[in-house]
């Protein structure tokens, strides 16, 4: 296997440098084009509920804590019924069916927290907020139909995302410049590993072990 000279390497990407630019700059204007083309705009909205003492006027004893931490889970699933996502659909005029909703409805529960979390994502960030909130409301009714409680409280309202979750231009675009370099560098070695012409006078000595009597200098037409 023949040796490779990390010097004479060295210099050989040192002299490509401007290829390794021009192709980051050429991937990362490619993949952001692809980026505003294809992806469509993603915006997440998010109000949690927390599960409170039925009896506002007494105090919150230790058996309504359990039994609001046993009721977690199951109210996370209640959120994502269709007796909870059928009247959002109804009450907002959504274009969505009922799994579609669901498949953008997220749930999810504090640890060692009655507090539960709804999240919303959808294409307009004004929509996600509307839905996420409906959700909350008629969560709490239909808790109090199915279990005659009234434990339910919003904590936090949703309100709108200034920014889509999907799209992330720094990240994308650390990806791209990342994918470039390992695609250029890894051609230019491929180049320099497999280019077997002498350059240079050095190289005749040193790979080939003759000595230059002599070196006919190149002269460019006028």
């Given at each position: 296997?023949?040796?490779?000279?990390l010097?004479?390497?060295?210099d050989?990407?040192?002299?490509k440098?401007?290829?390794i630019?021009?192709?980051?700059?050429v991937?990362?204007?490619?993949g952001?084009?692809?980026?505003v083309?294809?992806?469509?705009?993603?915006?997440?909205?998010?109000?949690?509920?927390?599960?409170?003492?039925?009896?506002?006027t007494?105090?919150y004893?230790?058996?309504?804590?359990?039994?609001?931490?046993?009721?977690?889970?199951?109210y996370?699933?209640?959120?994502?019924?269709?007796?909870?996502?059928e009247?959002v659909i109804?009450?907002?005029g959504?274009?969505?069916?009922?799994?579609?909703?669901?498949?953008?409805?997220n749930?999810?529960?504090?640890?060692?927290a009655?507090?539960?979390?709804?999240?919303v994502?959808d294409?307009?960030a004004?929509?996600?907020?509307?839905?996420?909130n409906?959700?909350?409301?008629?969560f709490?009714i239909?808790?109090?139909?199915?279990?005659?409680?009234?434990?339910?409280?919003v904590?936090?309202?949703?309100?709108?995302?200034?920014?889509?979750?999907?799209?992330?231009?720094?990240?994308?675009?650390?990806?791209?410049a990342g994918?470039?370099?390992m695609?250029?560098?890894?051609?230019?070695?491929?180049?320099?590993?497999?280019?077997?012409t002498?350059?240079?006078?050095?190289?005749?000595?040193?790979?080939?072990?003759?000595?230059?009597l002599?070196i006919?200098?190149?002269?460019?037409?006028?």
């Amino acid at each position: 296997m023949e040796e490779i000279d990390l010097k004479e390497m060295f210099d050989y990407f040192k002299s490509k440098f401007l290829w390794i630019i021009l192709a980051i700059v050429v991937t990362i204007i490619v993949g952001n084009t692809y980026t505003v083309v294809t992806r469509v705009p993603m915006y997440r909205s998010d109000t949690t509920i927390v599960l409170v003492s039925e009896n506002q006027t007494e105090s919150y004893n230790s058996t309504e804590l359990q039994l609001n931490k046993n009721l977690v889970g199951t109210y996370s699933e209640i959120i994502k019924s269709r007796r909870v996502l059928e009247p959002v659909i109804e009450n907002l005029g959504l274009e969505y069916n009922y799994s579609e909703l669901k498949s953008n409805v997220n749930v999810s529960s504090v640890t060692n927290a009655e507090i539960i979390r709804i999240t919303v994502g959808d294409k307009d960030a004004q929509v996600a907020t509307s839905i996420a909130n409906e959700i909350a409301n008629v969560f709490s009714i239909e808790v109090q139909k199915i279990y005659k409680l009234n434990n339910v409280s919003v904590v936090d309202k949703a309100v709108d995302s200034v920014k889509p979750y999907n799209i992330n231009y720094i990240k994308d675009n650390v990806i791209y410049a990342g994918i470039a370099i390992m695609l250029s560098c890894g051609i230019i070695f491929i180049k320099f590993y497999f280019d077997t012409t002498i350059k240079t006078g050095e190289e005749i000595e040193n790979k080939l072990g003759l000595t230059i009597l002599g070196i006919v200098p190149k002269v460019e037409k006028e």
